[in-house]
């Protein structure tokens, strides 16, 4: 079955740049999204086809796809930014769909 | 606004049966694929399944594919998971969610399912 690569975690300072990455074969002609997770809340999509942000999010949150890998971006994090965040797209044929294992960004 | 409410959730034994609901509101739940999205305590997002906005496409995980069921009531804007043969693997909390060409953009607030003896 497909499968969407994440690194288990990312830690950087406050105001510092933090990277996560998601690789999948099928991303070189599927979108990704990336969702963040606080605690007990439910996900919220903070990414949509690779790099556009939904209304209300932080421009500090950008995306970008490249080959087999995307990229979420928070320029300058924030404390408030610590949370889990996974990356999501299709399989090649269309059907299923599949989440990243999910990055737990730490800001401290 | 949109709101996405499950229910159905419960403990339930190894083997047995558990049908989830999910009561949409505030958009015109007719015109919208909806999925289902599983999450085991403390581990990560897990995608179940999810159905055309007509019920006439359903696709499956391949770990719940030939046990889980999902189907949709439009003239009731409601959506439900029928799980049968229950593992203890399946125990999560079952988000209820919405689809907008393919992106999930809003999510119910889940239903937690124990397996267990």
């Known amino acids: 079955s497909y499968e969407l690569t994440q690194p288990p975690s990312v830690s950087v300072s406050p105001g510092q740049t933090a990277r996560i990455t998601c690789s999948g074969d099928?991303?070189?002609?599927?979108?990704a999204y990336w969702y963040q997770q606080k605690s007990g809340q439910a996900p919220v999509l903070v990414i949509y086809?690779?790099?556009k942000r939904p209304s209300g999010i932080p421009e500090r949150f950008s995306g970008s796809s490249s080959g087999t890998m995307a990229t979420l971006t928070i320029s300058g994090a924030q404390v408030e930014d610590e949370a889990d965040y996974y990356c999501y797209s299709t399989h090649s044929s269309g059907s299923q769909r599949v989440f990243g294992g999910g990055t737990k960004l730490t800001v401290l | 606004q949109v709101q996405l409410v499950e229910s159905g959730g419960g403990v339930v034994q190894p083997g047995r049966s558990l049908r989830l609901s999910c009561a949409a509101s505030?958009?015109?739940?007719?015109?919208?694929?909806m999925h289902w999205v599983r999450q085991a305590p403390g581990k990560g997002l897990e995608w179940v399944a999810v159905?055309?906005?007509?019920?006439?496409?359903?696709y499956y995980a391949d770990s719940v594919k030939g046990r889980f069921t999902i189907s949709r009531d439009n003239s009731k804007n409601t959506l439900y998971l029928q799980m049968n043969s229950l593992r203890a693997e399946d125990t999560a909390v079952y988000y209820c969610a919405k689809e907008d060409i393919v992106v999930i953009d809003h999510w119910g607030q889940g239903t937690l399912v124990t397996v267990s003896s």
């Open positions: 086809e690779d790099s």
């Open positions: 159905i055309w906005f007509d019920g006439s496409n359903k």
């Open positions: 099928a991303l070189p002609k599927k979108y």
């Open positions: 505030g958009f015109t739940f007719s015109s919208y694929g």
